[in-house]
C-alpha cells in the first residue's frame, strides 16, 4: 500500500508517523509554542531526526469551539512557514491542514506534498476537485458540523456503519473525479464523546473494509487526559497506550506531537508481528 509525494513513493505497510506543527496562537496543546522562525525550525528538525516522514502544519485551530480565522489570515500564517522549512529541509513531505481549497492550492504550488482535511470536503466543495486537480494525496477524516459546533452532534444509531458509510460515500466522490491516493482518518475527538472514541479504537480494525490507508490522532487529547483525570501535559504515556493500540488495529499513519515516543511504539509493535 503506497502514495506517491512528490514523485517519491511512500510505503504504508510499515506504519510512518506524522509530526504536528501548529503554528496557531490556541491550539488544545502546544498553541503559541513555535512563535519565531528559529524555533519552528528547531521543532522541525527535530521530529525529522526522531523519524517523521511527514510534518503537518496547521493554521487553524480545530479544536472545540476554536475561535473564527479568516482565509486571509490562514493564508498569511502558513505560507511563509512552509517556504521556510522547505528552504531549509528541502526533502520534507509537509502535509497542510487545511480545509480551504484556496490554501491547499497555494501550499501545494509552494512545495507542500499532501493535504490533510478535517472535513473530508464538506466545508468547502471546491477542496476535492481542487486537490484532483493539484494529484497529491488527500486525507480525509470524519467530522459532523464544524469544530465550533461538532460537540453538539454526538447523537448515532450506530457510530460504526454511519462513519464507514460516510467514508463510502467520499471515497466514491473522489474516484469519480480522479483521485488516487486517499487516507482516512477516524477523527477522533471530533462530534464523538468520550465513550465513542474508545468504541472506535476498540473497533478500528474494522475499517479495514474501506481498503484505504488509515490515519490515526489521538496525540495528548481529551479521551486521554479526561479519562485519566490529568492533562494535556501529562498524556504522553497515555498516547503511546492508545498509538500501540492503533497499531495493533491496522493504523497506517500516527499522527502525533511526540514523535520519538511514537517511532518507539512502531518498533515494538513490529515485534509482535515478527
Known sequence: ??????GKLIDLT???????????????????????EHDILKHVELMLNEG?????VGAYSSRPNA??????DELNRILPIVQLILKEFPDTLLSIDTFRSNIAKACIEYGAAL????????????MLQTVANLQVPYIMMHMK??????????????IIKEMLYYFSERIATTKQLGMADIIVDPGFGFAKTLEQNYEILNKLDLFKII?????VGVSRKSMIYKALKTSAKESLNGTSILNTIALQKNASILRVHDVKEAMECIKLAEFLNT
Do not use: R, W
Open 115 to 126: 493535504i490533510n482535511d478535517i472535513s473530508a470536503g464538506k466545508l468547502d466543495h471546491n
Open 14 to 36: 510499515s506504519p510512518k508517523v506524522m509530526g504536528i506543527l501548529n503554528i496557531t496562537p490556541d491550539s488544545f496543546y502546544d498553541g503559541g509554542q513555535h512563535k519565531n
Open 67 to 72: 475561535g473564527h480565522v479568516s482565509e486571509a
Open 1 to 6: 500500500m503506497t502514495i506517491n509525494c512528490k
Open 211 to 215: 481498503e484505504k490507508p488509515l490515519l
Open 52 to 56: 517523521a516522514t511527514f510534518i503537518d
Open 145 to 158: 458540523g464544524t469544530p465550533k459546533t461538532m460537540q453538539q452532534q454526538t447523537d448515532y444509531d450506530d
